[in-house]
């Protein structure tokens, strides 16, 4: 099988799951992303395992104690976006990056600081980014699915089209030093592709849904999910340059891992929440 069938088989499976997760309901919305979550957990600290400086058990604990806060930051923000426990219980979130600085107190690790970081960084990088995923189910005041299922449409998009653009018309580097292949046509290409289907899914979405969203808004998304995926996979690109790795992972044939996947949509999940926020 082909490289490039194993990824077209595995996408087509991936959007299925992804999608059906999505517009089931709350809690396969829930059950989809807390697994997500844990995932990309595991991967991270299967990246960073060499660089721990502790002993072998200890950094299986990490990973446990990290998947743990983790799930627990997520099913926080679920609660209070669902408005099942109060505002208040938002304060927590702010205790698990701290807890690391108390738990290498215990680890006898000649470099605690550094450790610290490395663990922190997990809660920052993914498990807070990916969260924001619940304010955009529950926008609305109650679970629906049409901004965050649009946001995940145009980041897809975005990469689809910048893809394509960049292979058969690129030819100015868009940032050489971090990512050789990127040009700024595949940019471009990438979102017009976003904002193409921002107008399809502004066509669609209220008949499925039942919202009425103003199409320069979906526009607007489009474009912030074009810039802050690519930041996102330019981020990611940078971290496996300076690990010397080619990707994160190997559970999707054909895309890597998941944090390869997602990193686009770590960046602009919360860049979007943040504008429908305060914007809207």
Request: charged share 10%.
């Amino acid at each position: 099988m082909g490289d490039i069938t194993t990824r077209v088989i595995t996408g087509f499976f991936f959007l299925i799951v992804m999608i059906g997760g999505v517009i089931l309901s709350e809690y396969s919305f829930l059950i989809l992303f807390s697994l997500l979550v844990v995932l990309c957990i595991n991967e991270y600290h299967g990246i960073i395992h060499n660089l721990l400086s502790s002993t072998p058990k200890w950094k299986t604990t990490y990973k446990l104690i990290n998947t743990v806060f983790s799930v627990i930051i997520f099913g926080i923000v679920f609660l209070v976006a669902s408005n099942k426990i109060p505002l208040i219980s938002w304060s927590v979130v702010c205790g698990f990056p701290l807890t690391w600085l108390v738990i290498e107190m215990y680890t006898k690790s000649e470099k605690p600081f550094y450790n610290v970081c490395l663990n922190s960084m997990a809660i920052f990088y993914l498990a807070i980014p990916l969260s924001s995923s619940c304010l955009l189910a529950f926008h609305a005041g109650e679970y629906s699915w049409h901004y965050l299922l649009a946001i995940m449409i145009f980041a897809w998009s975005n990469d689809s089209f910048a893809y394509l653009a960049g292979r058969f018309l690129g030819k100015h580097k868009l940032f050489e030093r971090i990512s050789p292949k990127k040009t700024w046509e595949g940019f471009v290409g990438g979102t017009l592709g976003a904002v193409l289907f921002a107008y399809i899914v502004w066509l669609l979405f209220p008949k499925w849904t039942g919202y009425n969203v103003s199409l320069i808004t979906y526009v607007i998304l489009a474009v912030i999910t074009s810039v802050t995926s690519t930041y996102g996979d330019l981020a990611e690109s940078m971290i496996k340059r300076n690990l010397q790795i080619k990707d994160s992972g190997t559970a999707l044939p054909g895309h890597g891992g998941f944090l390869d996947r997602f990193d686009g949509l770590i960046f602009s999940l919360p860049a979007c929440t943040l504008y429908l926020t305060f914007m809207q």
